[in-house]
């Protein structure tokens, strides 16, 4: 896999963001969102779930509050 330069965790934040974004409302299916936070993953989650990218967005359309976790190859690990 390619590793983006300047990354911890194998992915940069941004990216995570984006793959945040990218992923549509469990609810409504829309992709706005009226808060979206990513943070690097507790070790707890980091341990359970192999996460290390930790997303909480609120659904700018149906005000769903999500949190997800990301692992360090970009794909979702959960969302709960
Ligand atoms: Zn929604």
Same mark, same amino acid.
């Given at each position: 896999?390619?590793?983006?330069?300047?990354?911890?965790?194998?992915?940069?934040?941004? !990216? $995570? %963001?984006?793959?945040?974004?990218? =992923? @549509?409302?469990?609810? /409504? &299916?829309?992709?706005?969102?009226?808060?979206?936070?990513?943070?690097?993953?507790?070790?707890?989650? !980091? $341990? %359970?779930?192999?996460?290390?990218? =930790? @997303?909480?967005?609120? /659904? &700018?359309?149906?005000?769903?509050?999500?949190?997800?976790?990301?692992?360090?190859?970009?794909?979702?690990?959960?969302?709960?």
């Amino acid at each position: 896999m390619q590793r983006e330069e300047g990354a911890v965790n194998g992915i940069t934040r941004e !990216r $995570a %963001e984006r793959i945040a974004r990218a =992923h @549509a409302c469990e609810n /409504c &299916g829309e992709y706005s969102y009226k808060r979206l936070v990513v943070k690097p993953a507790s070790p707890a989650n !980091r $341990a %359970e779930f192999n996460e290390v990218w =930790h @997303a909480v967005k609120v /659904c &700018g359309v149906c005000g769903l509050h999500q949190e997800m976790g990301i692992d360090d190859e970009g794909d979702v690990v959960y969302v709960g």
